[in-house]
């Protein structure tokens, strides 16, 4: 059985109607599972076990939400291993493995999307898909106002579908 992580955070329900989407695309390949986990709690060990990694977050002040920073923090290094006898080299655990990225914001999302590419760039992941950002209808910087598109949501649900079925095929 194959595994996508989807880790997350949501302080008003943007993101989290992102993910929603996004497991129910993800449902398409039975050999398949996907793993929602908040990223106050989602650790290092259940990302070196997945076979893909999907980040979602709301953009706070140009950047990716706190708590989904923190979960850098702490999983960055636990997921790369020393490779040199006298330490000092290493290598990541999770290197070549499929990631993206959802972002929910009120009128921008590109701070949020870069700030988690340019750390997961140290893993050495690879973004298969451009990702999804999200903003809310009449929504602006700070404010949480606003629904989100149907078509941003449906993006969310291909883009579930279509890591399900690459991973179930190989293809990814
Ligand atoms: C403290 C704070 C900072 C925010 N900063 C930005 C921002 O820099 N750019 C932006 O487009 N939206 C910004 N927003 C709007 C949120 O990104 C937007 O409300 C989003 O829907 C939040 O996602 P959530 O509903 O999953 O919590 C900010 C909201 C808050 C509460």
């Known amino acids: 059985m194959k595994k996508i992580l989807v880790v997350h955070h949501s302080a008003s329900g943007g993101a989290r ?12 390949a039975e050999s398949v599972i996907v793993v ?10 259940e990302l070196q076990s997945a076979d893909a990694l999907v980040i979602a ?3 706070n002040f140009g950047y990716m939400a706190g708590s989904v920073k923190e979960f850098f923090d702490r999983t ?13 080299g290493s290598a990541s655990m999770v ?4 990631y993206s990225v959802l972002v929910c914001a009120g ?21 298969v898909h451009p990702g999804v950002i999200a903003r809310r209808i009449g929504g602006e910087a700070g404010s949480s106002r606003g629904g989100l598109r149907d078509h941003d949501l449906e993006a969310c649900r291909e883009l579930g579908q279509m890591f399900a079925e690459g991973l179930a095929m190989g293809a990814l």
């Open 17 to 28: 109607a992102m993910v929603s989407a996004f497991l129910d695309g993800g449902r398409s």
């Open 36 to 45: 929602a986990r908040s990223a106050g709690v989602a650790s290092a060990n």
């Open 57 to 59: 977050t709301p953009e």
């Open 76 to 88: 960055f290094y636990a997921c790369l291993a020393d490779t040199t006898p006298l330490g000092g």
């Open 95 to 98: 290197a070549g493995r499929p």
């Open 107 to 127: 009128s921008d999302g590109s701070g949020a999307m870069q700030s988690v590419d340019r750390i997961i760039t140290g893993w050495r992941m690879r973004k």
